[in-house]
């Protein structure tokens, strides 16, 4: 099992990024998907959660509205699009699937929001 981020930057405050997350190694139609996010002194908190067949979405309070959570099932990759992005925002991003009760990481992707 194998998930990749990737979209991550730089971005002034009100700014919009789109994260990708490409998987593989497993059948990714079969899997819920979420975005997790750690900042620096804290805890890794789950952002956005996604069900396979993309039906479902949930949202941390502090995103939603902002944040949108998507999947491509014929691409393997699902997506995190944000918008009005906040300096709280500031966070080394993950993807992760958990996948027959073993929970799998990407490497992360760095998003700052900074003026």
């Known amino acids: 099992v194998q998930v990749v981020e990737s979209g991550g930057g730089l971005v002034q405050p009100g700014g919009s990024l789109r994260l990708s997350c490409a998987a593989s190694g497993f059948t990714f139609s079969r899997y819920a998907m979420s975005w997790y996010r750690q900042a620096p002194g804290k805890e890794r908190e789950l952002v956005a959660l996604?069900?396979?067949?993309?039906?479902?979405?949930n949202y941390a309070d502090s995103v939603k509205g902002r944040f949108t959570i998507s999947r491509d099932n014929a691409k393997n990759t699902v997506y995190l699009q944000m918008n009005s992005l906040q300096p709280d925002d500031t966070a080394v991003y993950y993807c992760?699937?958990?996948?027959?009760?073993?929970?799998?990481w990407g490497q992360g992707t760095q998003v700052t929001v900074s003026s």
């Open positions: 992760s699937a958990r996948v027959l009760g073993r929970q799998y």
């Open positions: 996604i069900t396979r067949a993309g039906g479902v979405t």
